[in-house]
């Protein structure tokens, strides 16, 4: 994302032809590019009301300062982070520093009506589940534990409860 960038125009001596009063033009380019984003889901059911962010620090705790008072995250106030919907969707702005492994703090499993406490996924991750929660947990042993539950790493890429309702449509 860029600033706003002015341009001065100012014509010279021409060739054939006369120059009028106005030899200086000044006109402003504005920036108006969205955001860059990254979006994802917490699912337990999906989870609504939960805060999701980027964990710089590794200390699972939401690292934010509220500068401007406006209730969401600014450049420069800290962690990346949003709420998700009722549909358990965030969105990142991703001019932030979104390098940090992805935690879901609170929310309600909309299936079951749960609170939910904590779940994690690795940085980029598009889901957050119980099972990318045992992934993150496990650290370096992460890809055996997936193993011993005849899972694959292929199961922390796919929305089980979209896939879920899919099937039971058909």
């Given at each position: 994302i860029e600033s706003n960038e002015t341009v001065i125009l100012t014509m010279g001596t021409p060739t054939g032809a006369t120059l009028g009063t106005n030899t200086t033009?000044?006109?402003t380019i504005t920036n108006d590019d969205a955001a860059p984003t990254i979006s994802g889901?917490?699912?337990d059911g999906y989870v609504s009301g939960a805060t999701v962010f980027s964990d710089l620090d590794s200390d699972f705790a939401l690292d934010w300062l509220d500068g401007d008072?406006?209730?969401i995250w600014d450049l420069g106030e800290g962690e990346v982070w949003a709420t998700t919907d009722?549909?358990?969707a965030y969105t990142f702005n991703t001019a932030g520093n979104v390098s940090g492994k992805i935690v879901s703090l609170g929310g309600t499993?909309?299936?079951t009506g749960a609170a939910i406490t904590i779940l994690t996924a690795e940085t980029g991750s598009q889901y957050i589940t119980p099972i990318s929660t045992a992934y993150v947990s496990a650290g370096s042993s992460g890809?055996?534990?997936l193993a011993s539950m005849g899972l694959s790493a292929a199961d922390l890429l796919y929305d089980?409860?979209?896939s879920t309702s899919a099937n039971a449509t058909t």
């Open positions: 033009y000044t006109h889901r917490v699912i008072g406006d209730g009722s549909l358990g499993d909309i299936t890809a055996a534990l089980p409860v979209s």
